[in-house]
């Protein structure tokens, strides 16, 4: 009797782990794409910035001061 109850407490204790990692890889590839998307989008801010911010539009382009 005393081996069936140590077998059911191992079952028990595998079946939290995978459980409590299975959740932690699902919290983690999560977390990964949207770390994907924010950094895409951010590129995308730091392309536009980079494109205001250029001569050509700012108060040294010689378009404004013709």
Request: zero cysteines; aromatic letters at 8%; glycine letters at 4%.
């Amino acid at each position: 009797m005393n081996t069936k109850s140590s077998r059911s407490n191992t079952l028990a204790a595998r079946l939290i782990l995978i459980a409590g990692l299975l959740l932690l890889l699902t919290a983690e590839s999560f977390f990964g794409y949207r770390l994907h998307e924010l950094s895409a989008r951010q590129e995308m801010i730091k392309a536009d910035h980079a494109e205001v911010n250029n001569i050509a539009y700012g108060l040294l382009s010689v378009d404004q001061w013709q």
